[in-house]
């Protein structure tokens, strides 16, 4: 258990570190009025930034919406959405979510070759402070028959 309990902090560390890398690229290609201050700037809030997606059978694919509301003051603006694996497809909203409205990130998993229970993330780099804004789903596979 002990074992299990390390390798999935060694997966989570070397997760992070390529979304960190994502994160000042992404800081970068801001516009200039979009760029967040002290004063002013946009707040992701999701409705549910964790969610249990029940239980599928191996090779079965699933898809859950997060719904977000801008709480900030200025216009929020996804830059780019990174899952954790290449067995997630993000797709969000593209246009700005102005203060008060809401927006979404979709995620598509395909459960091909997993097996067990499974914790997936994704993270959305928007002109928020910080910059990156993480969801995760959770979901249980069953082999197939």
């Not at 859950?64 to 954790?84: C, D, Q, R, W």
């Amino acid at each position: 258990m002990k074992y299990f309990i390390a390798l999935c902090f060694l997966c989570l560390l070397s997760c992070t570190n390529k979304q960190k890398e994502a994160r000042n690229s992404t800081e970068e290609s801001i516009p200039m009025e979009l760029r967040p201050s002290v004063e002013k700037h946009p707040v992701m809030k999701f409705d549910q930034p964790v969610v249990y997606l029940g239980k599928i059978t191996e090779g079965d694919s699933i898809s859950y919406t997060f719904h977000f509301k801008n709480e900030g003051n200025m216009p929020l603006k996804i830059l780019t959405v990174n899952a954790s694996c290449g067995c997630t497809t993000p797709k969000w909203s593209k246009e700005l979510v102005m203060p008060g409205k809401k927006g979404f990130i979709k995620v598509s998993f395909d459960s091909k070759g997993k097996e067990g229970k499974v914790q997936k993330t994704v993270t959305a780099y928007c002109n928020t402070m910080p910059s990156d804004n993480m969801v995760a789903f959770k979901v249980e596979i069953d082999r197939k028959k």
